[in-house]
């Protein structure tokens, strides 16, 4: 049980890295595009650009870690799942408050999917060893 919950969190670091590369290399382009179909201040697009791809480093930050947490479980060496934890509170608490602030666009279960795959992986204390 506890080497498949590594694999879960393998899986959901797998996912946060992934949309991290799409989130940066496919969701600005997308969003740059829109801005640029009205008249959007040269600061405001900047400002804007900066924040979405802070967004998507730390998506990729948090996938790494995720990554070399379960990595080290996976091979049966203990490590702490408190980094993990914190990330799937993280990608829960937002997901949750931007579908409701959306009014439930289905797309935004990108954050709650990852959260609650990493919230399985990590809901056991016991080391990954079995």
Same mark, same amino acid.
């Given at each position: ?36 179909? $009205? ?46 934890? $914190?990330?799937? !509170? ?19 279960? !990108?954050?709650? $999917? ?17």
């Amino acid at each position: 049980m506890a080497r498949g919950r590594a694999v879960l969190g393998l899986v959901a670091g797998g996912m946060l890295i992934l949309s991290s590369a799409a989130h940066s290399l496919l969701g600005w382009p997308a969003l740059r595009g829109q801005l640029a179909a $009205v008249p959007v201040p040269a600061d405001l697009l900047l400002g804007l650009q900066i924040g979405w791809q802070f967004g998507g480093v730390a998506m990729l930050a948090f996938g790494i870690v995720v990554v070399a947490l379960f990595a080290k479980r996976f091979r049966g060496e203990d490590a702490s799942t408190g980094p993990a934890a $914190v990330v799937a !509170v993280a990608y829960l608490a937002f997901g949750c408050w931007a579908l409701v602030a959306s009014r439930f666009e289905p797309f935004l279960l !990108v954050f709650i $999917v990852p959260g609650i795959l990493l919230a399985l992986a990590v809901s056991s204390r016991a080391p990954a060893r079995s």
